[in-house]
Nanobody, 126 residues
Framework: QEQLVESGGDSVQAGGSLKLSCTSS????????MGWFRQLPGKEREMVAT?????????SYADSVKGRFTILEDNNKNIVHLQMNSLKPEDTGMYYC??????????????????WGQGTQVTVSS
């Protein structure tokens, strides 16, 4: 059974940085897509960033995080990170990672997300 586990969530002040990690229990990200999502208080879950780990290794970011967040690959092909810089209070929320096996669906906004993690909380204070 595939399992994704997020870690790295914490409380930081505005302008600070956090590095989230998503660890897969068994499925390598090679030939698949991985996404980071977040659910802000009172809002629906939204895509933050997605990355294709095959072919061109394309990456897509939400406009709200462009230039501040970066998906990073790990030497361990079962771990992917989300580096978050210049954090703002409006980034506060629960962050989730998800995996799309073989990038099923349409890149980047209509992928079929096969597995989800349980989430890690990020809190940014002003």
């Amino acid at each position: 059974q595939e399992q994704l586990v997020e870690s790295g969530g914490d409380s930081v002040q505005a302008g600070g940085s956090l590095k989230l990690s998503c660890t897969s229990s068994g499925y390598s990200y090679i030939y698949s897509c991985m996404g980071w999502f977040r659910q802000l208080p009172g809002k629906e879950r939204e895509m933050v960033a997605t990355r294709r780990f095959s072919g061109e290794h394309s990456t897509s970011y939400a406009d709200s995080v462009k230039g501040r967040f970066t998906i990073l690959e790990d030497n361990n092909k079962n771990i992917v990170h989300l580096q978050m810089n210049s954090l703002k209070p409006e980034d506060t929320g629960m962050y989730y990672c998800a995996l799309s096996v073989l990038c099923a669906g349409r890149w980047p906004d209509r992928l079929t997300w096969t597995y989800w993690g349980q989430g890690t909380q990020v809190t940014v204070s002003s």
